[in-house]
């Protein structure tokens, strides 16, 4: 993160309340000292389940699996120099989550600390149910790689092209697995139904099922891979800020053949667990190389 | 209620991916006989109310439902109990996944209400705001959806009905206010709601802000959050009645960021509550 980017605004509080983490900056925030990577993803069954898959791989013996500070809205995790948050579905609330976690980063004094982001989505231009792919490029429903924001009732558009080092790291290394690791686009949508082309929403249907099947040829011939529904608010923040970030999409639907998500809970835990447990060789071997 | 032709005659025998839920016979019976759904952000809260509804403080004595989803509910007698998570997009789509379940099942004349928090503007912290129109951030009252990349608005009114017996159901010595007025969905705590304390530098000013906030009054808004556009565009194309009570957290006008304790806050979210409860016992 390059603090110079950082509203100048918050360098002058007095004590900065993180409202949802449930932190402020005049606490004690030592135990954030030795931070070099924070994890984003949905939901607190998931988050659990990356800071065990994390803890087991780097045998960190003290993580006992209870979240850390205010529980109310995300759930985070500390493990070892590895931070692990849920953000919660959709831009609204990863806003929230991105905005606090970026001050805190600020507080701790850690502007090196890199964002990951692993979320399911759904997949389309050959992605298949249980791949992944890293999001080289986050685009919004009108395909442009733009994030729309409305503030003081005027509207915005923030760029969503990001420095894709991270994103070649990571690549570099899963290939070393020699695990079908994709690399493409993203849309990022506001809702999982009629934003994403799905026609089993509940809501009466406004497009044509060749409406849909348009939708997503045009969204290949630009090489998206994924849809989901943070993609566009994760790029252009991480962009605003030059924060050191990568959005991995696992692909729980392969959006070319159904609309319907196929797996129960017990595969979605495989496939999930899968991606946690490369993204957590990854980091283990970054740490290890720093030392 | 009105669900989409596509699937209406669906075998209601498949798995909701975003409730983590199979339907079957068992599963639709459970929610066959629900006439309102309470609407809450955090699971934190749902539970909270849940245990008051069904007269108990033991959490376990309550079956937790849609567990390993991002949501979390109870059902008490005829009252579902769920929580929506944070912003429109998590609210939308959970309307879409728990409308079906409860078509499906039966509950065809079941309402819907949010029950939360907001920011206030230019009202007194404490006062609970029962919402007629939601706005969207620019100041359209309605939501915007974009289907394959073209942008359609919707309407956002709150059902009047459903509001004036919130209303009527309220005593006269309620130690605090409850208001009819119009609500702000943002889809941002920060930039989004004006505030000056996010990550991100605003390009507004002070004046601006200024200029916004008498823009809202003079729309008659009484508080920001985050979900009101949501759920009324969706229960309004869906035929569900709906609204929102909300209560004012602290006052915009004034200041940025909530810190009160956590004692005061909780007595605020109780107000919510309590309207809420009030409404139930006459409806």
Known sequence: MNFEKLNPYIKQLKVDYLYHLGIDSSMDLSLFNDLEYIIFTRSDRDILLFASIFAKENNIREFKGYPIFKTERFHMYKIGSVLAISHGIGSPSLLICLNEIAKLVYHINRPNVKFIKISPAGGIGGAKVGDLSLVDLALNGKLEPLFHSIECGRDYAYSTIMDNSLLHDIADFLNKFDHNVLIGSAIGSADFYEEQARIDGFLPLTTTVEDRDLFLQKAISFNVKTLNMEATAFASFCNELMISACAVDVIVVDRTHTDVVPLTEDKQHIIMSNAFNLISKYIASKLSAYK | MKINSYIKDQKPDFYIYNLNLMLTPDVLNKFSNIKHVFLQGSPDRVTKFACKLANTNNTNQLEKLFVGSNYLGYKVNDVLLISHGMGNTSMITLLHSLSKVLYYAGSHDVKYIRVGTSGGIGIEPGSVIVTDTAFMPNLVPGFKISA??????????????????????????????????????????????????????????????????????????????????????????ADIEATMIAVTLLDRLKEDQICVTKEILDSYAERAITVATNYLKVA
Not at chain 2, 160 to 189: C, T
């Open chain 2, 148 to 237: 394959l990349g073209r942008d359609v608005i919707y309407p956002t009114g709150m059902s009047y009905e459903l509001n004036q017996k919130i209303l009527k159901a309220q005593p006269y010595d309620l130690p605090f206010k409850v208001l009819l007025g119009n609500s702000i969905a943002a889809d941002d705590f920060y930039l989004g709601q004006a505030r000056f304390d996010g990550a991100i530098t605003p390009e507004y000013t002070q004046f601006d802000r200024e200029e916004y906030f008498k823009k809202l009054q003079a729309n008659d808004i009484y508080n920001f959050e985050m979900e009101s556009t949501a759920l009324a565009s969706f229960c309004n194309r």
